[in-house]
């Protein structure tokens, strides 16, 4: 996959790179996309990219144990990342897919491709592109560890799973999806497990990521957190 099959916008052209990563539901997506608001950077939802591969594999059929059919089709797949957020788009094969990668048997099968190597190496090739130049808030699961080691700002944002339940099921109702609570509990204590026990880049957090718990605090309140923090250590 080259870099010209990516096309991205940014308003700035140099700036630091900034990794959160951390659980479903542990507030990654608001909090990353606030920052980058904030910051006027490139917010790369690495989450995004692994569903678009659920996706498309869905939509053709492919197994997730099938190693050789997912390397063939990471290799077609046009993945990019359109406007900056709040409006940012994700569109695939010329699709705008935004609404639909969020599908909860999307999200499942996301977790199951991104544990395929040649899945893991297409997206983390790409992901090291779209973030060579700076200027980015990367999220997910291993941008830390994996994809950009060398950032100078890590995060690992958790919260209780009480809590991520909690918001991962209003987050689900504000899209119109009613599933029950226990439901939504059971499908994220698979999902933790799965990412956190694979063999290729596990959740875990980065040995010199900062920790921070979100519970009880407000995504303005982690940004604030995250703001003084980046702030202290470079001119934004
Ligand atoms: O953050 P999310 O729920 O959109 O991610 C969907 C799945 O993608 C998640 O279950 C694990 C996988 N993922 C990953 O393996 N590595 C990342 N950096 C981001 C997501």
Redesign the pocket.
Known sequence: MAIDRIRRTRKKEKGEIITI?GP?GAG??TVGKMLAQRLKYFYL????M??AVALRALMEGIPPEDELALERLCNKLRISFQGDVPKQRVICQGEDITERIREPRV?WM??KV?MRRPV?QAMVRLQRQMGEKGGIVAE????GTV?FPRAKYKFFLNAARSERVRRRHQELRAKGLFLRIAEVEKEMKK?DK??SLRDL?PLRPAADARFIDSTSLTPEEVVEKIWQIVKKGSKV
């Open positions: 990563d479903a990654k997506s939802d690495t989450g995004a692994y569903r999200g996301a977790s991104s893991r997910g699961r291993d941008t994809v999902r799965q990412d880049a």
